[in-house]
């Protein structure tokens, strides 16, 4: 029942926040350029590879995290929930699967994807490092769609009792331009790019807050995420 329950809240948080992010979508697809766009699918691409590196606690085997996400001006990022799952496999090893979806009248969103989180050492000892390896596929109809794949290097550290994740991870994506609007042939791209991730950890009546933040060359994305651990 509680699990039925926290995944109900977590739908409820989505529906209304993905009406947001789709106008501020909509509205920025509209009066930018095809370069812009190109700079927002390389920048969507971090919506759709995200996962969380908080370690699942004793005695938990599954997660449900409700992300979202919004870039700054540069980035033209608009706010998008995502939401997140994590199943644990062994005791050094999870699995995430992630999605979101959304439509009306003008445009349909999807995202989705999925990826591994392992964590080196041994069973007695946690790990102050996590690997991760994610892909994910962001899909804009009628617009654009792009694939991502991304690797990931992050540690855990402490400071004044606070736990901070540290971080770096490398991408690429690859996709279509569609163009529909300018009525011009499609156009393939492909780009490479990093990240630097710094996030942290905060409990709050039985639920994490994952506040994150990611850089790449001026363009940043901010993220924060709600997690129930059962």
């Known amino acids: 029942m509680r699990i039925f329950s926290c995944f109900i809240s977590s739908l409820v948080i989505y529906s209304h ?8 979508l909509n509205r920025t697809l509209q009066t ?3 370069r812009d766009q190109n700079h927002y699918v390389i920048n969507a691409s971090s919506a759709s590879t995200i996962f969380s590196f908080e370690n699942l606690g004793k005695n938990k085997n599954v997660a449900l995290s409700s992300f979202f996400i919004l870039g700054n001006e540069i980035s033209n990022i608009g706010l ?9 496999v062994s005791w050094n090893l999870d699995l995430i699967g992630r ?3 959304h439509s009306n009248k003008n445009n349909a969103l999807n995202i989705y994807g999925w990826g591994l989180t392992y964590k ?9 490092w996590i690997f991760g390896i994610n892909s994910g596929v962001y899909r804009l109809y009628s617009t654009n769609r792009s694939s991502s794949f991304s690797l990931s290097i992050l540690r855990i550290v402490t400071l004044d009792n606070y736990n901070v994740t540290l971080g770096f991870s490398t991408n690429n994506v690859k996709g279509v331009n569609y163009k529909a609007e300018q009525k011009l042939d499609s156009e393939n791209f492909q780009n490479n790019f990093s990240n630097v991730i710094i996030g942290t950890s905060i409990n709050f009546m039985g639920i994490k807050l994952l506040p994150s933040y990611i850089y790449n060359s001026n363009k940043s994305i901010a993220s924060i995420g709600l997690q129930k651990e059962f």
């Open 17 to 24: 926040s993905v009406d947001i992010g789709f106008a501020q």
């Open 32 to 34: 930018k350029d095809i």
């Open 80 to 88: 998008t929930p995502v939401l997140v799952g994590k199943i644990r």
């Open 99 to 101: 999605m979101s979806a």
């Open 120 to 128: 080196p050492g041994k069973e007695e000892t946690v790990s102050p």
